[in-house]
């Protein structure tokens, strides 16, 4: 990028302001659509050509993620879970194929913005499969263990998650609107854009410290001989097990990720982190690619029946969920009446100890 230094103040009109001509230079270089001595690399965004090889594997990589996810969302009707996996898995496909053309050619104004605002946005999408989890883990196992009613993790986490997305969404519609002549309205998009990031970087800390804290109490309440069978056994489970890995591998993943893009875009458009290829494809491309891995080989109607039949069924409640209601119930009796009357007055009706003899409990938790 030229500096502004560098120019030769005979070539340019008479008092220009230095934000003016910094709009100059910007939409100077907008208009360039290939690379030539007055339009180098160096000058793109990006600082450089992409590798083909490493775009084309991402891309097939997505796509195999895609593909796996559909197939097992159709399979298993587990449709609110798979749609937002596929949607996120679509979303980097697209950005990724963007990225082929400008291998050859940097300066592709279409192929870069699609693939900036594709990559940028995709994780959160991918967030909200994650979030989900949650709420039927808690159900599956012990849901008054939880310090927050299952029912509502959704209802927090995924509204936080979509505002993360919002904000980034603005931030990259002022910095296109801004590209053409205005350096201080990309500026403010850039800005918006780390804003959506750091808060989804907090929405992410704040849903692992609550999931990881109500392991704990669960471990702890496994150990301690109170749990009963069913409990045990889906603790003890190699499938559920697996699940639970896959999904936290994709937590630490995507989280990795959005530190990384903090850092990047921290520097604005075009700075050293941003212009090096190679941290940007281990950080963001393949972090991005292992949780979508995950997250489709991985899926919750082959490890995890309790969280598919629920989804999949709507109101009709899960066997587990009755009995690990029961287990609750029954390891929480040392309280007394008292107290148990007292704990199930401020539960709703899916989440309160169910007797022995119930078979039946009406859920409204078809997410």
Not at 51 to 76: D, P, Q
Not at 90 to 102: D, F, K, N, V
């Amino acid at each position: 990028m030229v500096k502004l230094e560098d120019i030769d103040p005979s070539l340019l009109p008479p008092n220009l302001t230095p934000t003016e001509l910094e709009n100059l230079i910007a939409a100077y270089y907008y208009s360039c659509d290939y690379v030539s001595p007055t339009c180098p690399v160096s000058a793109t965004t990006l600082g450089y050509y992409p590798n083909k090889g490493i775009n084309i594997f991402l891309s097939v990589g997505f796509g195999i993620a895609l593909f796996a996810t559909v197939y097992h969302g159709i399979k298993t009707k587990t449709w609110t879970y798979s749609s937002f996996v596929a949607a996120g898995c679509a979303l980097e496909l697209a950005g990724y194929i963007s990225r082929i053309p400008l291998t050859s050619n940097p300066w592709n104004k279409k192929a870069f913005e699609t693939q900036i605002v594709a990559i940028i946005l995709a994780p959160t999408l991918l967030c909200i499969s994650v979030y989900l989890t949650l709420k039927h883990v808690c159900l599956s196992l012990n849901p008054t263990l939880s310090r927050i009613r299952p029912r509502l993790y959704p209802f927090i986490f995924v509204p936080l998650d979509i505002s993360c997305l919002t904000v980034q969404a603005i931030g990259g519609a002022l910095a296109a609107g801004g590209a053409v002549s205005n350096i201080r309205l990309v500026e403010h998009g850039n800005r918006a854009i780390i804003a959506g990031i750091v808060l989804q970087v907090v929405v992410l800390g704040g849903f692992g410290g609550v999931g990881g804290e109500y392991l704990l109490r669960v471990k702890k309440w496994i150990t301690s001989g109170e749990a009963g069978a069913h409990a045990v056994e889906l603790w003890e489970d190699k499938r559920f097990r697996r699940f639970g890995y896959a999904v936290s591998g994709a937590y630490m993943a995507i989280l990795l990720r959005c530190i990384y893009r903090i850092a990047e875009m921290a520097g604005g458009w075009g700075n050293h982190i941003m212009q090096d290829e190679w941290s940007f494809v281990v950080l963001e491309g393949i972090m991005v690619l292992v949780a979508c891995l995950q997250l489709a080989f991985f899926p919750p109607g082959m490890l995890f029946p309790q969280m598919a039949a629920r989804m999949a069924e709507g109101k009709k409640t899960v066997k587990g969920d009755v009995e690990g209601q029961t287990q609750a119930e029954t390891s929480s009796g040392e309280k007394g009446v008292v107290g148990n009357l007292a704990e199930a007055s401020t539960g709703t009706e899916s989440e309160k100890a169910v007797p022995v003899s119930s078979s039946v409990v009406k859920k409204k938790d078809s997410i």
